[in-house]
C-alpha cells in the first residue's frame, strides 16, 4: 500500500483517529435463558481515516510505538457510544498489555478513558487482547489491580490462539475466558474440538472463571455449547457488529435451538490426540525406470542404493511395473541369465500390474489391502503416486507395522473390527438423552445362528459377515441423531431419534437378510442352510444367518439409568430370537414406571 512509503501520513492517521473512529456493538447472550447480557464493543475508521481497517491502525500504532495511545482513543469512542445508548448489561471492552503496561499511561488515563461519557466502570469488563506476548504476566496482574478496586472485570480473549495461554490464565485471574473460534466453529463435528474445549470446562470451574464460546455461526455448535454447560456465547448467528445495540436476538434462532433432538458427538476413530497419517508419510524416494533401461542398469542402481526392495518401471511417468531386487537377484545368479538378459529391456523381470496407493491415502484405508487377497505387497512392497504419477516407493513391512499400531491404539477407543463405538461410548449417549429428557427408542442388534456359520467357514468370513452388518446399521440410521454401538461379537446397540425409526430397523433386516447369503457356499444356499454340529458335538442343522432386532421405546417418565434401557433392549431381542421375527418391540414391560408403545 502506498501509507507504507509515507510514515508522516501514518502519524496523522493516528492524529485524526482521536475524532475519526466510531463504535459498533455485537451482542453476548446467556445460553440458559438467552437473554442479551453484554455487547462487546469495537472501534472502526470512519471515511475521516480513509476507512482503514482496525488492524491496519493497530499495527502503525505500534510500529509509532503509539499502540497502548491508540488503544485508549478506542475505548473513549466506544465507550462514549455505549453510554449514551442507556442500554442494559455489561461492556466488553479489548485492550493489549501495552496499554497497562507503557509507562507513558497512568492508571488514571485508563479510567478517564473507560468512563468516557459517564460509563459506570462497574459494568465494564476489559478483553485482554492477543496482540502482543506478555513475558511477565504477574507484573501484568498487579497492573491491573488498579482497575479491579475501581469494580472492572477482566476477560482473557482468544483463548486457543495467538498468545492467550495458562499462564496469562494462572497468573491473571480472568473473571471470564473467550474460547477462540477456532475451537468453536465445528464443534459439534470434531471429537478433538470437543476433547480440549472439555478440558477447558475443567479448568474454568476450577480457577472459578466464565468462559465464553466465540465465533458462533451454526446452531448445533450453540447447542453443544449449552449442553458442555458453557455459560455464554457470542458470533454471527447470534448478532453481527452494529451501531446500535440490540435487547434480544432473532425469533428464529431460539426456535432452532429448542429442538427436540440431542445430535450424537463426534467420535474419534483413535486416540484424540492421534495425528492424521497417509501414504505419503511411508513413502521412499527412489528413481525410476524405463523400457529403455537394461538389465545391467538395474544391477548396477541395486549395487548403489542396497537400501531399496525394489524399483519401478514408468512409461512416461506412470509406473507399469515393480521389479522386485530378492527375485531379480535369483534370476540373475542363474547360469549364463546375465550374459543373456544383461543388455535386454528391464521389463523382461518385472512384475506388471504392481500395487498402486495414491501419497493421499490414509493408512487406515490401506487396512484393505492387508485383507485382500493379493499379497504381494509383503514382499514386493507398493508403488506411490500423486495423480497417476510415479512417486516413489513403499514398503509392506513399514505398511504392516503403522497399520497395526493405528489398530492397537484404536482399539482403545472403539471396537477394532468396525471401529464403532462400544459400551462407554454407548451409555454416555443414553445418559444424555436421558437428562434431556426427550423421547427415543434403544435397539439391540443380534446375529441368529452365527456360531455354526463362523465354525464352517472360519473367522476371516465371519468378520465379513460382521463388518456388513455394521455397514447396513450405519448406513441407514440418520448419523446426525441416530447413534451405532458395537458392544462386542455380533451385539449391536441402537440408539435412535429418528421419527421413522421402526421403518429403519425392519429396513436393515430385510438389507441384511438378503446381503448375507452372499457369504454363503451355493450348497448352503440351495439347501437353506449349514449341516454342523452343535455345543454338544451332536450333528444338526442350522438355518442361514439372519439378524434380530428388539426395541425399547424410551417415553416419560425416563428411568434414572442407562443400564437399565441395555437390560430391556436385550430382552426385547431374545424375544424376536425365540419368536424368529427380524423385529420385535418389547411391549408392557418394563423394571421402572415408564410407557411403553403398544407392540405391533
Known sequence: MVFLRDPARFTSLLDRAQSGLTAVFQPLIRLDTMDVVAHEGLARSTEQLGNISTPELLNLARAEGRLGEFELTAARTVCGAFAAQNTRGRLLVNLSAQAFMQESIKPDDLLAALGAGGMDLSRITIELTERDIVEEPARLAHALGYLRAHGVRFALDDFGNGHSNFEMWNEIHPEVVKIDRYLIHGLAKSAERLAIVRALCQVAETLGADLVGEGVEEIDDLRMLRELGIPFAQGFLLGRPLSQTIDKIDDSVRAALDGNVIAVLPRPRGPVTQRPMHLGHLVIEAPALTAHHTNNDVIALFSQMPELHALAVVEEVRPIGLINRRVFSERMAQPYTR??????????????????????????????????????????????????????????????????????????????????????????????????????????????????????????????????????????????????????????????????????????????????????????????????????????????????????????????????????????????????????????????????????
Open 339 to 600: 550374459e543373456l538378459y544383461g543388455r535386454k529391456s528391464c521389463t523382461a523381470f518385472m512384475h506388471e500390474g504392481p500395487l498402486l496407493c495414491d501419497v493421499r491415502q490414509s493408512l487406515e484405508s490401506m487396512a484393505d489391502i492387508l485383507r485382500g487377497q493379493d499379497q504381494r505387497y509383503l514382499s514386493d512392497g507398493f508403488v506411490v503416486t500423486r495423480e497417476g504419477q510415479y512417486l516413489g516407493l513403499g514398503t509392506g513391512e513399514s505398511l504392516v507395522r503403522r497399520v497395526t499400531e493405528l489398530r492397537i491404539e484404536a482399539a482403545r477407543y472403539a471396537n477394532p473390527l468396525t471401529f464403532l463405538p462400544g459400551n462407554i461410548p454407548v451409555t454416555e449417549h443414553v445418559a444424555r438423552l436421558l437428562r434431556a429428557e426427550l423421547p427415543f427408542t434403544v435397539a439391540y442388534v443380534d446375529l441368529n445362528h452365527f456360531k455354526p456359520f463362523n465354525d464352517q467357514y472360519g473367522y476371516f468370513r465371519g468378520d465379513e459377515m460382521i463388518r456388513l452388518l455394521a455397514g447396513i446399521l450405519t448406513a441407514q440410521v440418520n448419523p446426525r441423531c441416530d447413534f451405532v454401538g458395537h458392544i462386542g461379537g455380533d451385539d449391536f446397540l441402537l440408539v435412535l431419534q429418528s421419527e421413522d425409526w421402526e421403518a429403519r430397523c425392519r429396513h436393515m433386516v430385510e438389507l441384511f437378510n438378503q446381503r448375507a447369503r452372499g457369504l454363503f457356499a451355493d450348497e448352503d444356499i440351495a439347501r437353506h442352510g449349514i449341516a454342523g454340529e452343535d455345543r454338544h458335538g451332536n450333528a444338526q442343522f442350522f438355518p442361514l444367518t439372519t439378524v434380530a432386532i428388539g426395541a425399547v421405546r424410551v417415553l416419560p417418565p425416563f428411568p434414572g439409568h442407562p443400564e437399565t434401557l441395555a437390560t430391556l433392549a436385550a430382552r426385547a431381542k431374545r424375544h424376536a430370537k425365540r419368536a424368529q421375527v427380524g423385529f420385535y418391540l418389547l411391549a408392557g414391560e418394563s423394571s421402572w414406571p415408564m410407557q411403553v408403545e403398544a407392540g405391533r
